[in-house]
């Protein structure tokens, strides 16, 4: 049995420097069809990126680049106040039902 995945990215960002993000951002997930990317409505700056129908290894990889190694994913990272101690990274497994 092969288990949907999805990996929720969330974090919130630097209102000062929410144009710089808006760029960056848009950039890095553009014509990518396997992203949904929302900001919180009650929540203003507060962004989340959900990255449908991954592996375990995809998810293994996004944590060392985004949490670990310096990659192009560094220049949203700078607009997160805090930087990457304040990026989160879950990884979900669809439940099965019977």
């Known amino acids: 049995m ?3 995945r999805i990996i929720f990215v ?3 960002i630097d209102p000062a420097k929410r144009d710089i993000y808006i ?3 848009a950039k890095q997930l553009a014509n990518r069809q396997d992203i949904l990317w929302y900001e919180g409505t009650d929540q203003p700056n507060v962004f989340v990126e959900q990255w449908l129908n991954t592996t375990v290894e995809q998810y293994e990889a996004m944590k060392r680049i985004r949490l670990e190694e310096h990659s192009e ?3 949203i990272t700078d607009c997160i106040p805090g930087g990457r ?3 989160h990274i879950w990884e979900f497994a669809r439940v099965p039902q019977e």
Do not use: P, S
């Open 23 to 25: 760029k960056k951002a």
């Open 73 to 75: 994913w560094d220049e």
């Open 2 to 4: 092969v288990m949907e």
């Open 10 to 12: 969330e974090y919130r």
């Open 85 to 87: 101690t304040k990026l």
